[in-house]
């Protein structure tokens, strides 16, 4: 399974803090995603990093990728309460013309304000 | 709003009960996606459809029928579905043949009693 873990599954911060996720996957990937998502509600793409990328900005978001190490990382940077929420990776790659992204657990974050 | 409708938002059914939930995509988009989200469980891909299709059906119980009539709307219908069915129901659609990211409807909150 070319399925994405996410860590740690829960984090509790300070507004103002930064918040670092990790996700870790098992083979060979096209590309890695990351999602958040509001509690009930649907994802929401933030960032895309193809494989031969190993860093990519967007504002506060920095996502960062060794795939010698198969992980990735999403950092982002002086928090707000907003940014409350379940952040996921998905991982995939192409077969048979078709992308099938797979998604972990999530991290569950939490930003105190 | 990210142009994938689902609808009902919420849905309670009973086990006997024949229902279906609808997902529209406004993207333009040829590949459209069924995802099942349970608590503390990682994000479940049931269907997959691209140019109306089939193209991956993730081992799933025959109570739950997909149908794709047509490239901007996706269907699944529900049957005699048991309690542990009971979870977010997730639509998403991409562009088909390339490695892009998901767009994600708000979901169905279904409670099978």
């Known amino acids: 399974s070319q399925q994405g873990e996410e860590d740690p599954q829960a984090l509790s911060i300070q507004e103002g803090e930064n918040a670092t996720m990790n996700c870790s996957y098992k083979?060979?990937?096209?590309?890695l995603q990351w999602y958040r998502q509001n509690s009930g509600r649907g994802l929401v793409h933030l960032i895309l990093i193809r494989s031969n990328e190993r860093e990519k900005h967007s504002g506060r978001l920095r996502v960062t990728l060794d795939t010698s190490k198969k992980s990735s990382s999403l950092l982002i940077t002086a928090s707000r309460a907003a940014d409350t929420a379940s952040y996921f990776c998905a991982t995939g790659s192409a077969s048979g013309g078709s992308y099938i992204p797979t998604f972990g657990r999530g991290t569950s974050l939490i930003v105190h304000p | 709003e990210t142009g994938v409708t689902q609808t009902p938002r919420h849905l309670v059914m009973g086990m006997t009960n024949k229902k279906s939930l609808k997902c529209e995509q406004h993207?333009?988009?040829?590949?459209m996606y069924w995802y099942k989200q349970s608590a503390k469980k990682p994000l479940e891909l049931m269907f997959v459809y691209s140019l109306e299709e089939r193209v991956e059906n993730n081992s799933v119980p025959s109570r739950f029928s997909p149908e794709c009539p047509n490239s901007s709307h996706l269907f699944l219908h529900l049957h005699t579905l048991q309690p542990e069915d009971s979870a977010l129901y997730l639509c998403?659609?991409?562009?088909?043949?390339?490695?892009?990211?998901?767009?994600f409807g708000s979901g169905t909150q279904l409670s099978v009693l």
């Open positions: 083979t060979s990937i096209n590309n």
């Open positions: 993207l333009g988009h040829n590949a």
């Open positions: 998403a659609s991409s562009q088909d043949r390339g490695l892009e990211k998901l767009f």
